[in-house]
């Protein structure tokens, strides 16, 4: 039985800084992947960042690159998003996600990850 829970989420102005993390239970594997994806009000999930469990690789949305940092904790227990910068544009629902199967990569396809968090909400001020 595996569980995510994201926890962070906040009312920020934009140009703030936030961080987000995601605390992984059960048996999460250890060479799968993990990504954050948010939603806005009427949209589709949005791929947002991920990174394998190997810390190898890690993808970023264009809108996202060199203002987000996604990271795991040593014991691989914790997803973190370090967001700086942030936009109006950035806020809505974020999720945690996990595929546990063996992935050398990232995938932006929500279809992808088969265990999700329930989401936390990121607003922005502008």
């Known amino acids: 039985q595996v569980q995510l829970v994201e926890s962070g989420g906040e009312l920020v102005q934009a140009g703030a800084s936030l961080r987000l993390s995601c605390a992984a239970s059960g048996r999460v594997g250890s060479d799968g992947l993990m990504a954050w994806f948010r939603q806005a009000p009427g949209k589709e999930h949005e791929f947002v960042a991920g990174?394998?469990?190997?810390?190898?690789?890690?993808l970023y949305a264009e809108s996202v690159k060199g203002r987000f940092t996604v990271s795991l904790d040593n014991p691989r227990t914790t997803m973190y998003l370090q967001m700086n910068s942030l936009k109006s544009e950035d806020r809505g629902v974020y999720y945690c996600?996990?595929?546990?199967?063996?992935?050398?990569?990232?995938?932006?396809?929500?279809?992808?990850?088969?265990?999700w968090g329930r989401g936390g909400q990121v607003s922005v001020s502008s």
């Open positions: 990174i394998t469990w190997d810390r190898t690789n890690t």
């Open positions: 996600a996990l595929d546990c199967r063996p992935s050398t990569s990232v995938s932006r396809s929500p279809s992808q990850y088969v265990y």
